[in-house]
């Protein structure tokens, strides 16, 4: 009788053909969105179409390859979800950049898209075991600090707009911030994994919530003083809510306890409101928001509320349905290939796109708060809860500034907007997230012996 071996067991085979399926099904979608362009503006199908849809397909072709080696059992809707928003990005800045809006560059986007694969397939590879992170904590934390601070060195730093969040490195403009928040979640993880039996002790009562003792209050406050200082020192108020939004519900998430979001809410809302007082350029983002179509700060050349304005005028336009891919003017929105792709894409698809736009997000986030559930240690949880809030909050903050809901703030679409610092952070997040939802799925050994015998026997 021939020896039995037992030998590991791949993804179930439907599993990965399920994928390359809604893969291949996100960037058909993607290809008829381009064409839809290139029909409504010229009456012919662009002539780039096969250039840009053989660059994306090779992409996500070869994004789906490195993870069916080496993260076999991730969960499958996360890559396609996030191919589908990167290429209604691509389809929009080509639609602005044949509108003649100066700064808009399909051919860049892909370029950068392709950067980002290649850091998404570099993360899964060399990554094989992401609780290693947890070893980094505070080096994590050393280096997502001094990424945050390095737009304020007089040599590298660089104002754009009013805002100090860029750094110059070899003619090339990069906002490091967007690197940070991914450096500083494994360190608030880590951290509060370590610490989290602490700061879940309770000191005194008021009213119906249990207090964190005084003594524990040292993490907030000096995270809460480096959000403010991101504020006032970089006129930066994205970063500013993301960084402290981040730790406050990553906090919640390692504790339970609802104090601490209400400290860190009541912290930053105050900050925020004494920081208006004190300096002009933050009160300023305060007074646009609050009155946008006065003309005193609608004709302003910087900081004012055109780009605003403009914005919201694009979106009535659209309406419920949209004026039609290629048949609006998103041209005349400043920016709109980048702060602003969220509207101009309001306007040719109407609220009825948009909703499904952020259905499309809502999904990836909840792949991400899934694999947080399912993980097997605390580490692993705050970290995949963290990644997870992390891009929804980025989500609501953009949102909600270009709809006026919160003051607008420098933050772009995820996966959509042209440039390559949140594009390429944003593929190293979901390189993260597949990472842990591959560990979060796989069977334990045993379980997987005991499948390989079976299959064997059955053979």
């Given amino acids: 009788m021939s020896e039995v071996v037992a030998t590991p067991v791949p993804m179930p085979a439907k599993r990965r053909a399920a994928q390359l399926f809604m893969l291949a099904g996100a960037v058909a979608i993607v290809m008829g969105a381009y064409a839809n362009v ?78 980002g694969v290649v850091l998404f397939a570099v993360t899964l590879i060399v990554l094989r075991d992401h609780r290693a992170l947890q070893r980094l904590t505070y080096t994590a934390g050393f280096v997502g600090l001094i990424l945050l601070i390095s737009p304020l060195t007089p040599v590298l730093g660089k104002t754009i707009n009013g805002a100090r969040i860029w750094i110059s490195v070899g003619g090339f403009s990069i906002q490091p911030a967007e690197f940070a928040k991914l450096a500083l979640v494994v360190f608030f993880a880590g951290y509060l994994v370590a610490k989290r039996d602490v700061l879940a002790l309770a000191g005194r009562r008021l009213l119906f919530i249990d207090l964190p003792r005084a003594r524990d209050l040292g993490p907030i406050i000096i995270t809460w003083v480096v959000a403010i200082g991101v504020l006032v020192l970089q006129r930066d108020l994205g970063s500013s809510l993301l960084l402290f939004g981040g730790f406050v519900v990553m906090l919640y998430i390692a504790t339970q306890r609802t104090s601490w979001v209400l400290i860190g809410v009541l912290l930053f809302v105050g900050g925020a409101f004494i920081a208006g007082q004190l300096f ?49 003017h998103p041209d005349e929105i ?67 500034g270009v709809t006026n809901l919160i003051p607008l703030t420098g933050l772009v ?16 997040l979901i390189a993260l997230l597949v990472r842990m939802s591959d560990a979060a799925r796989r069977p334990p050994p045993q379980a997987i012996q005991d499948e390989g015998l079976t299959q064997v026997f059955q053979r």
């Fill in 334 to 400: 400043p920016l709109a290939f980048s702060d602003f792709i969220f509207a101009a894409t309001g306007e040719e698809l109407g609220l009825t796109g948009l909703m499904a736009l952020l259905l499309i997000y809502a999904l990836i986030v909840e792949r991400g708060l899934r694999t947080a559930i399912a993980a097997r240690d605390p580490f692993s949880k705050l970290l995949a809860g963290g990644l997870s809030f992390t891009l929804a909050w980025q989500i609501f903050i953009i949102v909600g």
């Fill in 38 to 115: 290139g029909l409504a503006v010229d009456g012919v199908v662009p002539a780039g179409m096969l250039t840009y849809g053989l660059g994306l397909g090779g992409l996500m072709l070869a994004a789906y390859l490195v993870l069916a080696k080496f993260a076999p059992w991730a969960d499958p809707l996360i890559l396609p979800l996030v191919t589908l928003v990167n290429g209604l990005g691509l389809v929009m800045i080509y639609r602005l950049e044949v509108a003649g809006q100066g700064g808009a560059s399909a051919t860049n986007q892909i370029v950068m898209t392709g950067v």
């Fill in 413 to 428: 679409t995820p996966f959509m907007s042209q440039g390559g610092s949140a594009l390429l952070a944003n593929w190293v």
């Fill in 280 to 328: 002009s350029h933050v009160g300023d983002r305060f007074d646009v928001w609050l009155n946008p179509g006065d003309p005193a700060y609608y004709d302003r050349e910087f900081g004012g509320s055109y780009q605003l304005m403009q914005g919201l005028f694009g979106l009535g336009a659209g309406a419920i349905l949209g004026t039609g891919l290629g048949q609006g």
